[in-house]
């Protein structure tokens, strides 16, 4: 079984003098920074694994604190550096809710299992995610398009991972049938 990286935050900058990292990050339990099998992978992609020791919020981001990081200098050569793990290591999800890279590349069919594409990308709002939709080459969006869902139940009827599919709605109910030329601007 595929077991993905998953990026739980970037460090964007040094705070303070003893090696204290700041972390960007949407992540929506940082009790997940504590993680065993947690690593840092630098802009080159080399892995390094570490242990977070604590971590506080303050103004939208993360500050950290790093096993082994003493001094703002070691600090610094972190920057750009992505805090990741396996997916497997992450607690399970709550009922009825999933991780986002659980769902990416998952095949789109709308609800007469006609394909519209694969989920490319989530985008995260301030009311509710964004499914992105890329055209699969005979799907009902076009190959240079991109579908945009709401990932509300009014849009996202089901997520059946023995298909390897959602199926959704794209009219979110409002019984507008997929066309084969959707763009963005329709959604």
């Known amino acids: 079984m595929n077991d993905p990286w998953v ?3 970037e460090i964007v900058k040094t705070h303070g003098l003893r090696g204290e990292v700041k972390v960007r990050s949407e992540i929506e ?6 993680l065993a099998g947690l690593f840092l992978r630098s802009p080159e992609g080399s892995l390094n694994e570490i242990q977070v020791l604590t971590w506080r919020f303050q103004k939208n981001a993360y500050l950290l604190k790093i096993a082994g990081l003493e001094s703002v200098g070691q600090a610094q050569k972190l920057i750009g550096s992505e ?3 396996r997916g497997s290591r992450l607690p399970p999800p709550a009922e009825d809710e999933f991780y986002h890279f ?14 519209l594409g694969r989920l490319a990308e989530i985008m995260q709002t301030g009311a509710h995610d964004v ?3 890329k055209s699969a080459n005979n799907g009902a ?4 398009d991109e579908l945009l ?3 509300v139940s009014d849009y996202i009827l089901a997520i059946d991972f023995e298909r390897g599919c ?3 709605d794209p009219s979110g109910g409002k019984g507008k049938p997929v066309e084969s030329e959707i763009t963005a601007d329709d959604c």
């Open 83 to 85: 805090l990741v793990c």
């Open 141 to 144: 969006v076009n190959s240079s």
């Open 131 to 133: 499914y992105v939709v």
């Open 166 to 168: 959602i199926v959704v």
């Open 29 to 34: 339990n940082p009790e997940n920074f504590l």
């Open 7 to 9: 990026v739980l935050g």
């Open 149 to 151: 869902l709401p990932g």
């Open 102 to 115: 659980q769902l990416i590349g998952l095949d789109v069919l709308d609800s007469q299992d006609q394909p």
